[in-house]
């Protein structure tokens, strides 16, 4: 499964079951390009850092398929809104949260175009719950007026909240998906302002997924660059959206940790990693130092090689199993354990993944998608303990 030296195998995670593209007969030492880092990795022996994993490249693909809605009714929510009941900025606090995470990922229930059914009501107790244990968190996209909604609620429930607000756009659509959160995401900025916006991250997975369906593995190859003339545009015409409305704000891109094409990273101010040890099947004892070095040394290092040198950080890491059928809440604990308080303590920004389970990803993917949340999809906490850093 796990090759070194020359050789060089790349594991994504789709929808259902890991794809496992094999790249073979890498030279090494060689070459700028991400692969070759890996590559690279390997034959510099450096494998003593991120333990028997190095030669992996490890990626994977969360479904969350963007998503706002053109349609009003639905972006209102309208037909079932659950009702609000008194001052959401009075609410009782839970002794087991702790605010130990640099920050979480949050999709809001219901917010998956074009099955949008958002409810404020959610979104502010979700608020509730976030801030007694972060102060940022990141979306992945601005369909169901997911952007104006969180804003709304951190207005009401008047928490410490950081987001970085998000544009998930589709490589076969021309546009449209990008478009339709564009407009939602111009009108929540007009409405809300940008004291609680952290950034503007355009585009998850974007080259992952457009590697994926057109036959690439890597994301600098002609085939990536493809993909990054398509998203680029988008993350230019963002800009140019923010200049008009007259606000400074930081451009990002999300990708999986070993994905990014350098057009791309080069062409914003922060990019977001993601990185997680249970794709890369390490055991948990090794997870978090894997996490770390995984990061650092090919995600940190290649946008210390661009001229921009954008920002980077994890954007999700979770669990982590010892071998993927020993998912656990001990593991999780576990991971928790020894990566939350070590990362801030060192300045690692990261997006814990995630604030809850997702039963729209079990539904559509099955397997290990929907299943990554500190809270279950309910809200009531796991059985876990929230280290205290
Ligand atoms: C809000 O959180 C930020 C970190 O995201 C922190 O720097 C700031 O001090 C906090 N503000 C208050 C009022 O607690
Ligand atoms: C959501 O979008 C609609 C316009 O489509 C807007 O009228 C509404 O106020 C927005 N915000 C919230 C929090 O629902
Ligand atoms: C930073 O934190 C990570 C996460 O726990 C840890 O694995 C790594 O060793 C730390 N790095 C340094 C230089 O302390
Ligand atoms: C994961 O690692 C374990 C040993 O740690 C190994 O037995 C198993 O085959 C690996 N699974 C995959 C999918 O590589
Ligand atoms: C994450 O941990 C939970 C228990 O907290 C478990 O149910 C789930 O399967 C785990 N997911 C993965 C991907 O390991
Ligand atoms: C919430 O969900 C968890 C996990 O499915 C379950 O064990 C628990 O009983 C549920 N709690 C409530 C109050 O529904």
Redesign the pocket.
């Known amino acids: ?2 090759l070194f030296g020359q050789d060089l195998i790349l ?1 994504t995670v789709g929808e259902k079951s ?1 794809k496992i593209h094999s790249v073979e007969k890498r030279q090494c030492p060689k070459a700028e390009r991400n692969w070759s880092i890996v590559g690279g990795l390997a034959c510099f022996g450096l494998l003593v850092i991120i333990g028997i994993i190095v030669g992996v490249v490890v990626s994977q693909t969360h479904k969350n398929t963007g998503s706002s809605n053109s349609n009003s009714n639905a972006n209102s929510g309208s037909g079932s809104q659950k009702s609000i009941s008194g001052d959401p900025s009075s609410f009782t606090k839970d002794s087991r949260l702790k605010q130990s995470f640099y920050g979480i990922a949050y999709t809001p229930q219901d917010s998956i175009y074009p099955n949008c059914n958002i409810q404020l009501a959610d979104v502010i107790t979700d608020m509730q719950l976030l801030s007694q244990l972060t102060t940022r968190i990141r979306l992945y996209g601005s369909d169901c007026n997911t952007t104006a909604m969180v804003l709304e609620a951190i207005t009401r429930t008047k928490v410490n909240m950081t987001v970085f607000i998000a544009n998930y756009p589709d490589a076969t659509d021309n546009g449209v998906a990008y478009n339709r959160q564009k407009a939602v995401i111009q009108s929540a900025i007009q409405t809300y302002g940008t004291d609680h916006i952290g950034g503007l991250t355009v585009g998850n997975e974007f080259i992952l997924n457009y590697l994926d369906a057109n036959g690439g593995t890597d994301p600098n190859s002609a085939v990536g660059n493809q993909g990054a003339a398509i998203l680029t545009p988008l993350i230019d015409d963002s800009k140019a959206m923010l200049k008009t409305l007259g606000v400074t704000m930081k451009i990002g891109n999300a990708d999986a940790g070993s994905f990014f094409n350098n057009k791309v990273l080069q062409d914003v101010d922060y990019g977001m990693a993601n990185v997680h040890p249970w794709f890369a ?3 948990i004892d090794d997870a978090a130092g894997w996490t770390w070095s995984f990061f650092e040394t090919i995600d940190v290092a290649l946008a210390q090689k661009l001229s921009n040198k954008p920002d980077m950080s994890i954007a999700e890491t979770g669990n982590a199993s ?3 059928s020993l998912a656990s809440e001990a593991n999780l604990q576990k991971f928790m354990d020894t990566f939350v308080c070590q990362a801030n303590a060192n300045g690692t920004e990261y997006f814990f993944f995630e604030y809850f389970d997702e039963t729209w990803k079990d539904i559509q993917f099955g397997g290990v998608e929907g299943w990554w949340g500190l809270f279950n999809s309910n809200r009531t906490l796991k059985n876990i303990e929230i280290p205290s850093c």
């Open positions: 499964m796990f594991v890991p099947n390490v055991s010892n071998g993927p």
